[in-house]
């Protein structure tokens, strides 16, 4: 019976996407006819520094980003919701998130220095913490409904993809996938 039922799922979805495809398509050409443009929108937060993002107006901005210097990488690029940049508490916690993670980021990599992963990857000669692409630090407010806000940290190495989150300024979670296999 489960197995019916993952078939009828799997089939529902091979009919809807064409129709989502068609959607997309349609909407893309209706915007282009009424010449509806993207524009870029530039917002100055204290703490966080210039955002931008881009949509057909600010409201409908959904994720903003700006650069700022975080432990050894002095060209990181933030990202956070705009959801969480419109509610002033909500933005005053990552805001107090980044800045303790900012201040103890030496500890914190020490952390992630110290974790099984890290001295596997080490093992095989790679560094884990050298990246090749530039690095993301996301601001989370955590599970929907629950405020529980922590920094994200991913970026690609050479060989790997790292992605670590921290909260109270402690290294909570490192996470480090083969991109090789």
């Not at 700022?68 to 933030?78: C, K, S, V």
């Not at 989150?165 to 480090?176: C, G, K, P, R």
Request: charged content about 20%; aromatic content about 12%; overall charge negative.
């Amino acid at each position: 019976m489960t197995k019916f039922i993952e078939w009828f799922f799997i089939g529902i979805a091979f009919i809807c996407l064409p129709f989502a495809l068609l959607f997309g398509f349609i909407a893309g050409l209706v915007c282009k006819v009424l010449g509806i443009k993207e524009q870029n929108f530039t917002r100055y937060y204290d703490g966080l520094g210039e955002l931008t993002s881009k949509a057909t107006s600010e409201k409908k901005c959904k994720m903003w980003s700006g650069r700022i210097a975080i432990g050894p990488w002095h060209d990181a690029q933030l990202l956070v919701k705009g959801k969480v940049l419109d509610n002033p508490e909500h933005r005053s916690i990552v805001t107090k998130e980044l800045l303790m993670t900012q201040n103890n980021i030496d500890s914190i990599l020490d952390a992630v220095k110290h974790a099984p992963s890290y001295l596997d990857a080490i093992g095989q000669g790679l560094d884990p913490l050298v990246p090749q692409d530039t690095v993301n630090v996301e601001l989370c407010l955590g599970e929907s409904g629950y405020i529980d806000p922590y920094v994200a940290i991913s970026f690609n190495t050479s060989h790997n993809f790292v992605w670590f989150s921290v909260q109270n300024a402690e290294m909570t979670f490192l996470d480090i996938n083969d991109t090789t296999v």
